[in-house]
């Protein structure tokens, strides 16, 4: 995809602005048919509804596909109790879980079933929302380079560049590519020009920081109370989890021991993004399947 076709893919979308309960106003993008069987995406940190860019083309084709931005993300504005750059901890977790139930409960109001599909940060949002209040609904849970399981192995993250504001679009664009094979992508080659354009604007628009909650237990600890079936995908060579895989498998595992696990083949974190020739098949499959039981 190019920049161009993201662009046309955006003016398609239809809009909502959900306010909740917690003050912040939940912005949607919404693609597919609305009788189509439902599927919300929650994208990961200092992100928004673009990390599905490559994503919602193959699922809207058979999906109502509702993809948010997180509070403090993208178009939505932030929770009452939580201050523009502030580093989020469990409770303020809890608060964006709560803002994301509201929009969803909006926007697929009940009894109606959904799948739910969550990368990274997002992925513990959308874990502690569907342990608190969405369980019933929730035909699949797929989760994509989720942390919460309270790992870490010590090591200091890779330096990232600094993007001075006044540079050109060509040195924002270096910065921006490199900082995404750093902790995104495994493949340089994949730090495109898209995504160097989905990244900045992210950047430009998240307000707040994620602080020790990836690799806090925030997610592992209402796993094993969640009932939906579990879809764990992680990228073979993701960044986060490097030297993990075997301990994350084995934590996923404890409390969910019939969670179907997939290692993405040369994929980073966003393995989304490097590699929808993998996930989109994958999740186009679970989803339909759970989505057929889920109304028959």
Do not use: K
């Amino acid at each position: 995809m190019h920049v161009a076709d993201f662009e046309r893919l955006a003016a398609t979308a239809e809009r909502a602005d959900v306010p909740t309960s917690t003050g912040a106003v939940v912005a949607a993008h919404l693609f597919g048919g609305p009788a189509a069987p439902p599927v919300v995406l929650v994208h990961g940190g200092a992100g928004s509804w673009n990390h599905w860019a490559l994503t919602i083309p193959e699922l809207s084709a058979r999906f109502r596909v509702v993809a948010l931005d997180l509070p403090g993300c993208g178009d939505s504005t932030l929770p009452d109790e939580i201050a523009a750059d502030a580093v989020v901890d469990v409770e303020d977790l809890d608060i964006l879980a709560t803002a994301v139930a509201d929009a969803i409960d909006h926007l697929v109001p009940a009894p109606r079933r959904f799948g739910l599909v969550g990368f990274s940060f997002g992925g513990i949002v959308a874990g502690r929302a569907t342990s608190a209040r969405l369980g019933p609904r929730v035909a699949l849970l797929a989760l994509i380079g989720a942390g919460g399981l309270g790992l870490t192995d010590g090591r200091q993250p890779p330096r990232l560049r600094a993007v001075p504001p006044d540079a050109s679009w060509e040195e924002r664009s270096v910065a921006h590519r490199h900082n995404l094979a750093a902790l995104m992508l495994a493949d340089e080659c994949r730090a495109d020009e898209l995504a160097a354009v989905l990244h900045e604007a992210n950047v430009a628009h998240s307000r707040f920081r994620l602080g020790d909650v990836p690799s806090s237990p925030a997610l592992v600890d209402v796993l094993g109370g969640i009932r939906a079936p579990l879809l764990w995908i992680t990228g073979e060579r993701d960044a986060f989890s490097d030297g993990l895989q075997d301990r994350r498998v084995e934590l996923v595992r404890a409390v969910r021991p019939d969670a179907e696990l997939v290692n993405v083949p040369g994929a980073g974190h966003w393995a989304a993004y490097e590699r929808p020739d993998a996930v989109n098949p994958l999740l186009l499959d679970r989803l339909a399947t759970a989505l057929v039981s889920a109304t028959s």
